[in-house]
């Protein structure tokens, strides 16, 4: 059964803590991406990676962090420099190439205590 | 600074009728386009893609694209309550996506 997994669903964050929400595919997939949803807004790329053990920042990286160790992992970190993590995030997949479909998993709500 | 642009909404149609979404974009070195649906609560999924000028049917949803105007638009036949939700833009960049904030679409039994 092929698909991404994000864990956990929900997560709640104390001020000046690190959380790491987990993203997992089992599509064989080269590309990797997490984005940022606030009510009523788009989608915000914070971090995508093309190729394990290489990401590139994206429109709003301040206060996140990401690895890629695994081509199945794409594990990102919430730090406590980001003052307003309170979102949905969205972790996606492709194969390589920007005109290749991207798959979403089911997201991880973060909220702030 | 690459944009797409859609209408916020929200669309309003009766159930039966065509709902018409539609969706502009600024990078002219775009060459595909995605629409994604999301529920409330939900993740995005991938109604369509397309690549070329003129229409793609798929079922009763039918993207129509047109780069001379940098336009896309989706067009929903027999619209079913359950087609409720957001209706989000993509088009491709170098490496990424970038998406448009979407359009809200009710369709009323």
């Known amino acids: 059964d092929g698909g991404i997994t994000q864990s956990p669903k929900y997560l709640f964050r104390k001020e000046g803590q690190n959380v790491t929400l987990s993203c997992e595919q089992n599509l064989n997939h080269d590309a990797m991406y997490w984005y940022r949803q606030d009510p009523g807004q788009g989608l915000r790329l914070i971090y995508y990676s093309q190729i394990v053990n290489d990401f590139q920042k994206g429109d709003i990286a301040e206060g996140y962090s990401v690895s890629r160790e695994k081509k199945e992992s794409f594990p990102l970190t919430v730090t406590s420099a980001q003052k307003n993590p309170t979102a949905f995030y969205l972790c996606?997949?492709?194969?390589?190439?920007?005109?290749?479909?991207?798959?979403f998993g089911p997201g991880t709500r973060l909220l702030v205590l | 600074q690459k944009e797409v642009e859609q209408n916020s909404g929200p669309l309003s149609v009766p159930e039966g009728a065509i709902a018409s979404l539609n969706c502009t974009y600024s990078d002219r070195v775009s060459q595909s386009f995605f629409w994604y649906r999301q529920y409330s609560g939900k993740s995005p999924e991938l109604i369509m893609s397309?690549?070329?000028?003129g229409d793609k049917e798929d079922g009763r949803f039918t993207a129509q694209l047109n780069k001379a105007s940098q336009y896309v638009s989706l067009l929903i036949r027999d619209s079913q309550p359950s087609d409720s939700a957001t209706y989000l833009c993509?088009?491709?960049?170098?490496?990424?996506?970038?998406f448009g904030k979407g359009t809200m679409l009710l369709v009323s039994p």
């Open positions: 993509a088009a491709a960049g170098y490496s990424t996506l970038t």
């Open positions: 397309i690549y070329s000028n």
């Open positions: 996606a997949s492709s194969r390589a190439g920007s005109a290749e479909t991207q798959y």
